[in-house]
């Protein structure tokens, strides 16, 4: 009987996240995965599948997190405007604080979102997600009169997005993006 | 006496950096290169040194491209602010005709920006550059009074800098981008 492997499949996954984040897809080994899991490589493929499998479930859980933290960042807000810059004030003090990693999905879109079709469709309904979220706090904004009602909701949900983007990759080689996130802001 | 290998360089770097924009530096394989090349894998070394030397060329070959290509758009246009308005113009209507492969300089900020030292320093070194190219437009156009005169010019350089990454990087997964890039110029 083959013995058993017994490993907490979250932080495995939470470790593994982090790796494919900072070397990216194509940067990371079989070994760092081998290394970061502590599994070896027949557990590795017994549980998790290929590189390619893990890479994606990585992704889920990321999308997971960061909703989540979309979510709370909406919740504790007062207004739905104030969510909005809540968040982004929240990403240029992180970045300010010294976090320089940037965005596992800006990376994963350089990476992989014009080479990989699964991955770009991933991508993709991700983004529209999040467009969806930030339209629906701009309307609910424009009916609470906070928001430029002649704007429309949609083009400025992609704004944000795009901005989001931005900021994100420019953090890495830039941390002082305070200022730029107040112009980013000041259409709204 | 070895026989002597003649190419076109210029046109071996072209191909190459096509190469590594599109799959990236981790993606592409010493194989790729050698095919890319048309050289052998001796003939490769000899020439070019090794992958990441030829890498580093032709990131200096993207920037110069670039740097052409800015000077030209702010050497045609009329006003200060109209040779902004037509660099972000050209670069939505390149989007919406279909060209969704991004910035090289962008994907190699998402995939090495924050891993290797060498590239890191590059890519502040040109993101100084650049930044540098729209405060001196924008302060033009303050002079003339057609921006703004009560911003900080270098806030509003680094804020076009941020927005021209996330749109190359949106453009991946997204090619509608021109209502946005009204947004993003409506606060010069």
Request: with cysteine.
């Amino acid at each position: 009987m083959p013995k058993s492997v017994t490993f907490d499949r979250d932080k495995v996954i939470e470790n593994v996240m982090e790796l494919f984040w900072k070397k990216g897809y194509n940067g990371t080994s079989m070994q760092d995965l081998v290394d970061a899991t502590g599994l070896n490589r027949s557990s590795f493929y017994n549980s998790f599948g290929d590189k390619f499998s893990l890479f994606e479930e990585t992704l889920k859980t990321y999308q997971k997190q960061q909703n989540e933290m979309l979510q709370e960042s909406f919740t504790q807000a007062k207004t739905p405007k104030q969510a909005i810059i809540s968040l982004f004030k929240g990403i240029s003090d992180d970045i300010r604080s010294g976090n320089q990693k940037g965005c596992m999905f800006t990376s994963c879109t350089a990476e992989l979102g014009g080479e990989n079709k699964q991955i770009h469709d991933f991508l993709v309904d991700n983004k529209d997600k999040v467009v969806n979220s930030f339209a629906t706090l701009i309307r609910q904004g424009q009916q609470m009169g906070e928001i430029n009602e002649r704007k429309d909701a949609e083009t400025l949900a992609l704004y944000l997005f795009s901005s989001l983007q931005g900021l994100r990759l420019t953090s890495m080689i830039e941390p002082n993006l305070e200022a730029v996130t107040e112009e980013i802001l000041s259409i709204l």
